[in-house]
């Protein structure tokens, strides 16, 4: 069966056939191998049947929210607040991207709309200033990373649904590290701007006009303070949560910025229908994919053959780590979460590994993965952000890839950085 899977799988894959279409024609493939007509049957039933998850109805509204806010500009007074903040420091730009990415990470939930709406005006920016084209691109590729981890994040919402695991312990979990993500990431922004005498130092603006930039932030600073407050105090579900960000997105949007305009809405629904469609067919796919899981017994095989390697839980860890790096490398995120997520977290909790702290472990390595060359999505984002080649930018980054590692290594073996919050608030 192994040799089916990967006999039909991986030529596809090398062909260009798009994930999804590659799970349903390997799982047709076994179906024929297996010789039982009734089990074509199963294909439809179950990827209707995948859609059917109320959880499910928050990714088209929190992928409608980053857009709408993304349409009003929000980015600009996110912009202005960073640089307002940590401007001053040695290397400003290079901080200025970092923290903008962290700020827009808790409205967008994607690395890759991080890259877009912050590059396109960071690294023009950083280049104006002195600062090599790679490094501005490699930058604005890395911090983007923080955008799934920093809730609300899509892939958490993925692994929510596929794993019945608390969304609101998920979202907590991802927060400690979201940060230390950040301050990884400008430690070695400074070391770098130091070495290579990026950046001017330039003055403090003084306590009044951050004041007034914080206070020209707070509407899109709130979002997603109100998206957490109102899940953690019971007051609306997660579901709810993303359709009082697109509600509020709008109202911001329409009355207090008026940066939005009635022509913005076609453009905003159509990204929306678009991403949304990609998500919940590839979804859908892996569904009648898991069904061979289960018939193979292949958690049980998977399981049997970590424990062949290691009874230890912190070298299953450190393999972990590995395999999930190389595979968001290669592979869609969506993918490796909805396919991989139910193959190897039984594993994992056999380790006594906590399902939250794996949720994460599997979200940051398949995020950092997104910015890793060769072939990292979030890449050839800044690529295009930036036109930058990607041999150039892809040395660029390894510090900043480097740094990122050591934060995961961290949140990997110090389970507090994840459960803390969590734990705090009931979750785990």
Not at 249 to 268: E, H, K, N, Q, V
Not at 297 to 320: G, P, Q, R, W
Request: aromatic content about 12%; charged content about 10%; some cysteine.
């Amino acid at each position: 069966m192994i040799g089916i899977l990967f006999g039909s799988f991986v030529p596809m894959l090398l062909l260009g056939v798009p994930v999804a279409l590659c799970l349903v024609l390997m799982t047709i493939f076994v179906y024929m191998q297996i010789g039982d007509p009734r089990l074509f049957l199963q294909i439809p039933q179950r990827m209707f049947s995948s859609t059917e998850n109320l959880l499910l109805l928050a990714i088209p509204f929190f992928i409608m929210a980053g857009e709408i806010m993304n349409r009003a500009k929000v980015t600009d007074r996110l912009m202005d607040l960073s640089s307002a903040l940590v401007g001053w420091i040695r290397g400003g730009l290079a901080h200025t991207n970092i923290t903008a990415s962290m700020f827009f990470a808790g409205i967008t939930g994607s690395a890759v709309s991080d890259t877009v709406a912050v590059g396109g005006i960071m690294v023009p920016a950083m280049k104006k200033s002195g600062y090599s084209e790679e490094y501005s691109a490699a930058v604005t590729a890395a911090s983007s990373v923080i955008g799934p981890i920093i809730p609300p994040s899509i892939p958490m919402l993925l692994y929510a649904s596929v794993m019945n695991v608390s969304i609101a312990g998920l979202f907590l979990g991802g927060m400690l590290p979201g940060i230390l993500v950040a301050i990884s990431l400008m430690v070695t922004a400074y070391i770098i701007a130091v070495r290579k005498g990026f950046g001017e130092r330039i003055p403090f603006v003084g306590f009044f006009n951050l004041g007034l930039a914080i206070l020209r932030s707070i509407p899109a600073l709130l979002l997603p303070a109100i998206i957490m407050v109102g899940i953690l105090g019971g007051f609306f579900s997660p579901t709810q949560a993303s359709a009082v960000a697109v509600m509020y997105g709008l109202a911001i949007g329409f009355l207090f910025y008026r940066t939005l305009s009635l022509s913005d809405l076609g453009p905003i629904l159509k990204h929306t229908v678009q991403a949304t469609a990609m998500i919940m067919f590839l979804l859908a796919c892996a569904k009648s994919f898991s069904w061979l899981v289960s018939y193979y017994n292949l958690v049980e095989n998977a399981t049997l053959f970590f424990i062949s390697i290691t009874e230890n839980k912190y070298v299953f860890l450190l393999l972990l780590n590995i395999l999930f790096l190389v595979i968001g490398m290669f592979l869609d995120m969506g993918f490796a979460i909805i396919v991989l997520g139910p193959l190897l977290a039984p594993v994992a909790y056999e380790y006594g590994v906590d399902p939250i702290h794996f949720g994460l472990i599997a979200c940051m390595n398949l995020t950092i993965g997104l910015a890793t060359p060769p072939f990292g999505l979030v890449l050839f984002a800044a690529m295009g952000v930036s036109k930058v080649s990607l041999s150039k930018l892809s040395w660029a980054i390894l510090p900043f890839i480097l740094a990122e590692i050591t934060v995961l290594m961290l949140v990997t073996y110090v389970p507090f950085f994840t459960m803390f919050l969590p734990r705090l608030f009931g979750y785990a």
